[in-house]
């Protein structure tokens, strides 16, 4: 069911269930927003286990490194 005919069918109903609807709705995104910084903490954590003590490669490091690996899956 697409957004305008959802719409229309909720004006159909009587003030109270519309009520209803819209307390559903709200413990809906209350539910989903609780677990957002859950996610937000597990994603932080995981940053932290990628962290190395050695510098970022350069752009010539990274291209040296691509290139020894197709060196070494084509030239076997």
Do not use: C, F, W
């Amino acid at each position: 069911m697409l957004l305008p005919e959802l719409k229309a069918e909720i004006m159909k109903l009587p003030p109270g269930d519309r009520l209803a609807l819209v307390a559903a709705i709200v413990e809906s995104l209350q539910d989903s927003l609780t677990s957002i910084p859950e996610r937000s903490n597990a994603i932080h954590r995981m940053r932290g286990l990628l962290k190395t003590d050695q510098p970022t490669p350069t752009d010539q490091d990274v291209a040296a490194i691509l290139e020894t690996r197709r060196l070494e899956k084509y030239l076997p």
